[in-house]
């Protein structure tokens, strides 16, 4: 059974950086890719993704020009960039990986592709 787990979380202060990093010990990440959040108070929410169907990036407009996931070329992990961090940011990010192929990015971040997802770390922006 593939089993995400994140790591990088933490506090930061308005406008600083944090990399969030996510990988599956002894699996690949074959399909589309994205990363959540769950703002306190706020439903969960994609916050950038990748598809696999067209390689297609989709971000939150309120992300773009700060936010950047990647992964590794062996598809074994992935990482969520995170640049000029502000208060609303704050929140839990979860990494997932879809279950299925052929998702484009903005598809899978309407969570409603059946996904495998990470235990959630805590990013917390303040001053």
């Known amino acids: 059974q593939l089993r995400l787990v994140e790591s990088g979380g933490g506090l930061v202060q308005p406008g600083g950086s944090l990399r969030l990093s996510c990988g599956a010990p002894?699996?690949?990440?074959?399909?589309?890719i994205g990363w959540f959040r769950r703002a306190p108070g706020k439903e969960r929410v994609g916050v950038v993704c990748?598809?696999?169907?067209?390689?297609?990036?989709y971000s939150l407009d309120s992300v773009k020009g700060r936010f950047t996931i990647s992964m590794d070329n062996d598809r074994s992990q992935m990482y969520l960039q995170m640049d000029s961090l502000k208060l609303e940011d704050t929140g839990v990010y979860y990494c997932?990986?879809?279950?299925?192929?052929?998702?484009?990015?903005?598809?899978?971040?309407?969570?409603?592709?059946?996904?495998?997802w990470g235990q959630g770390t805590q990013v917390t922006v303040s001053s």
């Open positions: 002894g699996f690949t990440l074959p399909y589309s």
């Open positions: 997932t990986t879809a279950r299925r192929p052929n998702v484009s990015g903005e598809e899978y971040c309407s969570g409603k592709v059946a996904a495998y």
């Open positions: 990748i598809g696999d169907s067209d390689k297609s990036t």
